[in-house]
């Protein structure tokens, strides 16, 4: 045994130790085993590590966790050619110090097989074995086996298959194959009569739990190991688990129990219509009784079972293994409603909650009845409009009473006296009627409940709100109201008319020293005063202050001018829902007592009114005055300008006078007033408010006509009109022009000039310059070819002929005014005229016609006498009488616009 150093500082000792180990091996790698296993042996607290690899060299460590002296763990390194199944020997007695050896041993090839309970082979099946801990093996394959090579001895293999393991224990020299094999596992579901039964589910649990199928013709099978396994079945949401060794009973069997739950009424007949559900880790439908019953095979398990009928549901929970009868039982619930003298009372509604309201029944003799499952419920009476909750478990007491209270609502005026007539309501979801009190009280069986009451008397309501229950009697009392009137000096006033609102207008009464009175509710109201035509509303709560009074306000209406001065013969009005006189200024001022409302006041003076809305009752003087407005007349200069005539309207046309020095005043109310200025035959209206500008002015305008020719040089006497009412001289024309003072309007202006005329109508307000032009009118005669020709003779016609003149080379012109004119043309004792607008068409043709005798016979024609006719003459067109040489009779022809006529 070599002996090795205790400690190493760096890695190069290690080096030095490594290889110093390698030598050693090999020096005794000629020794027997059995020589070097027992030496292992001798070696006290020896510790032994398996080698096994197939590298050339396999580097060995052993790492020594032992304390040494400088804290540090100790580290052994040794290299092996893996000839064979090595030990590594470690010795670390205290005596020797530490050391190792290796030592060869002999080895076995080891077969694992995995089969099913046919033989057949299983693959995938994981295998370990025991040897200083648990060790890879390896995994079955096709053939259901693995190998390996082991040092000989007794190990404990492990296989893991389906997520299940089996331990055997083998010495490896006896036998070198170890063999596991399966267990064909069959799980079982029967019901209650041993039929099977599909759709079961089936896990099994090997540290977890693993499915291991749903039974089909009532089985499930799988190859397992054979250990004891927890299976568990599920059927109808429910689970059952069975603990069993399959290798001692490989059948695991299940069966179900067949459930009978039953509903009985409280006279142990059958009901139906019952709905059943269970739990099982949550509630699933079971059934409806049928015949007061309804079954289900379930698992042999402690469930909840859930009856619901009639709208209620009762719990029971049972091990269906030890009873499988689960019963249910209703009550017969009894609800009766009783008066307060313990009389039965009919119509009372009954309803139940659970889960919500339902209808129980109507009470008959004062009960009515019903089978309920045995809970506690909430039952409601409803009578004369009003409910009552009580809630009862009837599983205890299955009658439910409810009872009225005999309610009396009175009425008493403010000295006790009990008053008839007030109607009474109550309400309950609703207003509803309670009576009329007669005696001054009404009585009614009511719910004990708290209600509003309501007393209607004069129009007017009033509520207490109060619980029955507690105190049964209802009292209303009146409150003797008085309404006065009083003037500003304090002084009482009649004749003021009253009325209080309540849902309406109602009339109170008139007061007669000052004050009217009346027995009302204790409410507040809105009172109305109605005096001198105006109302005056107060609201107040008698039943704090029983007393309302009124007060007018002397007010003042004054008139003044623009200096402030007085000013009588003002009419005064004023308005409250009409209007009313309030009176003739006298000195200024005229006064009257008014409620203190809000009035518009009227003030007519000089033919004008003026309004102003005022509360009297924040400022009592009405103050009005008057302005003084000037009206001016200057022309376009700036000069004043007289004689011009003012008129207003106020309603209608009033004068205002007429300008000295251009100008007129006048005292006036200030509003806006339409001004009208007459002057020249015209006139101009302004419309002014004059509380604004007080001076209104009136300007003429320069207005200017203007008769130009054709070409713009000015032409004179050109004789000018203006209408405005009618027509009146404006002047004729000098250098072309003539001109006037205007107001500026509209008017229509008419030139006259070469016995012709024209109008234009035109704004001097926009453009005080018209503009008349003539038209240079020409006037050609040409012959059939188109020829010019002289000695024609033209005339025009402008309410009567005149010359035109005579044209030379063909053409003769003359200035025109624009309009439209017959124009007459005389050529060899022939003529012709044309209507013509020379506006659009300033040239004016005439054409003449070659007239040829076709015989050569014709020698006259008639046109203002018989005139000689010679062949191919040219002549207007027109109808002519000619005669013949040839005895052919004289005859008319019609020498049409053409440029030939051929005649006989």
């Known amino acids: 045994m070599l002996n090795i150093p205790f400690m190493f500082k760096n890695r190069f000792k290690i080096f030095i130790l490594i290889a110093f180990i390698f030598i050693s091996i090999f020096a005794s790698g000629c020794a027997e085993n059995n020589d070097a296993t027992k030496a292992s042996e001798t070696l006290p607290q020896a510790q032994q590590f398996m080698v096994d690899s197939s590298d050339a060299d396999?580097?060995?460590?052993?790492?020594?966790?032992?304390?040494?002296?400088?804290?540090?763990?100790?580290?052994?390194?040794?290299?092996?050619?893996?000839?064979?199944?090595?030990?590594?020997?470690?010795?670390?007695?205290?005596?020797?110090?530490?050391?190792?050896?290796?030592?060869?041993?002999?080895?076995?090839?080891?077969?694992?097989?995995?089969?099913?309970?046919?033989?057949?082979?299983?693959?995938?099946?994981?295998?370990?074995?025991?040897?200083?801990?648990?060790?890879?093996?390896?995994?079955?394959?096709?053939?259901?086996?693995?190998?390996?090579?082991?040092?000989?001895?007794?190990?404990?293999?492990?296989?893991?298959?389906?997520?299940?393991?089996?331990?055997?224990?083998?010495?490896?020299?006896?036998?070198?194959?170890?063999?596991?094999?399966?267990?064909?596992?069959?799980?079982?579901?029967?019901?209650?009569?041993?039929?099977?039964?599909?759709?079961?589910?089936?896990?099994?649990?090997?540290?977890?739990?693993?499915?291991?199928?749903?039974?089909?013709?009532?089985?499930?099978?799988?190859?397992?190991?054979?250990?004891?396994?927890?299976?568990?079945?599920?059927?109808?949401?429910?689970?059952?688990?069975?603990?069993?060794?399959?290798?001692?009973?490989?059948?695991?069997?299940?069966?179900?129990?067949?459930?009978?739950?039953?509903?009985?009424?409280?006279?142990?007949?059958?009901?139906?219509?019952?709905?059943?559900?269970?739990?099982?880790?949550?509630?699933?439908?079971?059934g409806t009784t049928t015949d007061g019953n309804v079954s289900r095979e379930l698992l042999p398990n402690t469930y909840k079972f859930r009856m619901t009928y009639e709208h209620a549901s009762k719990d029971l929970s049972q091990d269906i293994g030890a009873n499988a009868t689960v019963a249910f039982s209703t009550v017969n619930t009894i609800v009766q409603l009783m008066d307060s003298n313990n009389n039965s009372l009919d119509t009372g509604n009954v309803k139940y909650y659970s889960g919500g309201w339902y209808d129980l029944g109507t009470t008959t003799d004062g009960n009515v009845s019903r089978e309920l499952l045995p809970n506690t419920y909430k039952f409601r009476m409803t009578y004369e409009h009003a409910s009552k909750d009580l809630s009862q478990d009837i599983g205890t007491d299955e009658t439910v009473v409810?009872?009225?209270?005999?309610?009396?609502?009175?009425?008493?005026?403010?000295?006790?006296?009990?008053?008839?007539?007030?109607?009474?309501?109550?309400?309950?979801?609703?207003?509803?009627?309670?009576?009329?009190?007669?005696?001054?009280?009404?009585?009614?069986?009511?719910?004990?409940?708290?209600?509003?009451?309501?007393?209607?008397?004069?129009y007017a309501s009033n509520d207490i709100s109060q619980d029955i229950g507690t105190d049964e009697t209802v009292v209303f009392s009146t409150v003797m109201t008085t309404v006065g009137l009083r003037d500003s000096n304090d002084q009482l006033v009649d004749a003021g008319s009253v009325k209080y609102y309540s849902g309406g207008w109602h009339d109170f009464g008139t007061t007669t020293d000052g004050s009217v009175s009346r027995e009302l509710l204790p409410n507040r109201y809105i009172f109305k005063m109605t005096y001198e035509h105006a109302s005056n509303d107060r609201s107040q709560d008698i039943g704090t202050d029983p007393t309302v009074v009124f007060s007018t306000v002397n007010t003042t209406v004054q008139l003044r001018d623009s200096n402030g001065n007085l000013l009588d013969t003002g009419t005064v009005k004023y308005y409250s829902g009409g209007w009313y006189d309030f009176g003739t200024t006298t000195d200024g001022n005229v006064s009257r007592e008014l409620l203190p409302n809000r009035y518009t006041f009227n003030m007519n003076y000089d033919h004008a009114s003026k309004e102003i809305y005022q509360d009297i009752g924040t400022n009592a003087t009405v103050a009005f005055s008057t302005v003084n407005t000037t009206v001016q007349l200057m022309d376009s200069n700036g000069n004043s300008l007289d004689t011009g005539i003012v008129k207003y309207y106020s309603g209608g046309w009033y004068d205002f006078g007429t300008t000295t020095d251009g100008n007129v005043s006048r005292e006036l109310l200030p509003n806006r007033y339409t001004f009208n200025m007459n002057y020249d035959h015209a006139s101009k209206e302004i419309y002014q408010d004059i509380g604004t500008n007080a001076t209104v002015a009136f300007s003429t305008v320069n207005t200017t006509v203007q008769l130009m020719d054709s070409n713009g040089n000015s032409l004179d006497t050109g004789i000018v009109k203006y209408y405005s009412g009618g027509w009146y001289d404006f002047g004729t024309t000098t250098d072309g022009n003539v001109s006037r003072e205007l107001l500026p309007n509209r008017y229509t202006f008419n030139m006259n000039y070469d016995h012709a005329s024209k109008e234009i109508y035109q704004d001097i307000g926009t453009n005080a310059t018209v503009a008349f032009s003539t038209v240079n009118t020409i006037i050609e005669l040409r012959d059939s070819d188109g020829n010019l020709m002289d000695t024609g003779s033209a005339k025009y016609y402008s309410g009567g002929w005149y010359d035109f003149g005579t044209t030379s080379d063909g053409i003769v012109s003359r200035e025109l005014l624009p309009n439209t004119y017959r124009f007459f043309m005389t050529y060899e004792f022939t003529s012709n005229d044309i209507y013509q607008d020379i506006r659009t068409y300033p040239k004016v043709v005439f054409s003449t016609v070659k007239v040829i005798s076709v015989s050569g016979a014709c020698t006259h024609y008639y046109s203002a006498g018989w005139q000689i006719f010679t062949e191919d003459m040219e002549m207007l067109p027109g109808s002519y009488k000619f005669s013949f040489a040839d005895e052919t009779p004289d005859a008319y022809y019609n020498v049409e616009a053409s440029t030939t006529k051929n005649i006989h």
């Open 58 to 286: 396999t580097n060995v460590k052993y790492y020594a966790d032992s304390e040494i002296p400088d804290g540090h763990s100790q580290e052994w390194e040794k290299n092996v050619t893996p000839t064979a199944i090595h030990k590594i020997v470690v010795d670390d007695s205290e005596s020797t110090g530490r050391s190792t050896t290796t030592v060869p041993v002999g080895n076995a090839s080891i077969t694992v097989k995995l089969q099913d309970s046919m033989d057949s082979p299983i693959i995938d099946g994981v295998v370990k074995y025991y040897s200083e801990g648990w060790n890879e093996f390896g995994t079955t394959d096709e053939k259901g086996q693995v190998k390996k090579e082991l040092p000989i001895g007794t190990y404990q293999f492990r296989m893991t298959y389906e997520n299940a393991s089996s331990d055997i224990s083998q010495d490896i020299e006896a036998n070198a194959t170890v063999v596991f094999s399966t267990v064909n596992t069959t799980v079982e579901l029967r019901d209650s009569t041993g039929n099977l039964m599909d759709a079961g589910s089936v896990k099994y649990y090997s540290g977890d739990w693993y499915d291991l199928g749903t039974t089909t013709d009532g089985i499930v099978s799988r190859e397992l190991l054979p250990n004891t396994y927890k299976f568990r079945m599920t059927y109808e949401h429910a689970s059952k688990d069975l603990s069993q060794d399959i290798g001692a009973n490989a059948t695991v069997a299940f069966s179900t129990v067949k459930t009978i739950v039953q509903l009985m009424d409280s006279n142990n007949n059958s009901l139906d219509a019952g709905s059943v559900k269970y739990y099982s880790g949550d509630w699933y439908d079971l």
């Open 402 to 458: 409810f009872s009225t209270v005999m309610t009396t609502v009175g009425l008493r005026d403010s000295n006790d006296q009990l008053v008839d007539a007030g109607s009474v309501k109550y309400y309950s979801g609703g207003w509803h009627d309670f009576g009329t009190a007669t005696d001054g009280s009404v009585s009614r069986e009511l719910l004990p409940n708290t209600y509003k009451f309501r007393m209607t008397y004069e």
